[in-house]
Nanobody, 121 residues
Framework: QVQLVESGGGLVQAGGSLRLSCVLSGRTFSMTAMGWFRQAPGKEREFVGTISGTGGTSYTGSGRFAISRDSAKNTVYLQMSSLKPEDTAVYYC?????????????????WGRGTQVTVSS
């Protein structure tokens, strides 16, 4: 069965960096597009970025985030830099039954439980 476990969240000062990790089990990256989403208090779930089964990436307009993966560890990463208080949210890792990327939450079948990122002023 497919499982995802996020980690790496925490408290960071504005302007700092943080790397989130997501361990995928039950599927291979070559068959799977992975997405990162976030949800801030009182707001809708927001697309952050995605990496396709072939390794191509796309992002929302931030320009401060980057996605990478380590196939040997079956782990995908979200590298965040120049963090702002507005980035404070629960960050979710997701996987879909396709190698093709999507920015739509409904296209993803599997979700982690989330990891909290808090950026202080």
């Amino acid at each position: 069965q497919v499982q995802l476990v996020e980690s790496g969240g925490g408290l960071v000062q504005a302007g700092g960096s943080l790397r989130l990790s997501c361990v995928l089990s039950g599927r291979t990256f070559s068959m799977t597009a992975m997405g990162w989403f976030r949800q801030a208090p009182g707001k809708e779930r927001e697309f952050v970025g995605t990496i396709s089964g072939t390794g191509g990436t796309s992002y929302t307009g931030s320009g401060r985030f980057a996605i990478s993966r380590d196939s040997a560890k079956n782990t995908v990463y979200l590298q965040m830099s120049s963090l702002k208080p507005e980035d404070t949210a629960v960050y979710y890792c997701a996987a879909r039954n396709s190698r093709y990327s999507s920015s739509a939450p409904n296209d993803y079948q599997y979700w982690g439980r989330g990891t909290q990122v808090t950026v202080s002023s």
